[in-house]
């Protein structure tokens, strides 16, 4: 059975840092492309940023680069989103995703519909 956890949200002030974990309970992690989404209230849930299976190739969206980094450890199963400079809208609940396909031409990182399995979400709050 897959499971998704996220950890490490939180209320953090503008211009802070937060660092978002997810451990993964998936048998073959490695084969699985990961991704980051966020939804506010009222608002579409969007990909914020994604890693393919071996961490080699990242996306994000425009609105966080430069400021956030997503990264992964195949050997402990976790992924991970360092987020830096910190803005009130980047306030939101943040998921992890799992995509069981791994890269494949074409692959639309951002969109929810490509990813099998979710976790359960972690708030951050971002104030001024």
């Known amino acids: 059975q897959v499971q998704l956890v996220e950890s490490g949200g939180g209320s953090v002030q503008v211009g802070g840092s937060l660092r978002l974990s997810c451990l993964a309970s998936?048998?073959?992690?490695?084969?699985?492309?990961m991704g980051w989404f966020r939804q506010a209230p009222g608002m579409e849930r969007e990909g914020v940023a994604a890693i393919s299976p071996a961490g080699t190739v990242t996306y994000y969206v425009a609105s966080v680069k430069g400021r956030f980094t997503i990264s992964r450890d195949n050997a402990k199963k976790m992924l991970y989103l360092q987020m830096n400079s910190l803005k009130s809208e980047d306030s939101a609940m943040y998921y992890c995703?799992?995509?069981?396909?791994?890269?494949?031409?074409?692959?639309?990182?951002?969109?929810?519909?490509?990813?099998?399995?979710w976790g359960q979400g972690t708030q951050v709050t971002v104030s001024s």
């Open positions: 998936i048998y073959d992690y490695r084969n699985y492309n």
């Open positions: 995703a799992a995509d069981a396909r791994g890269m494949q031409y074409g692959w639309r990182w951002s969109d929810p519909d490509e990813y099998n399995y």
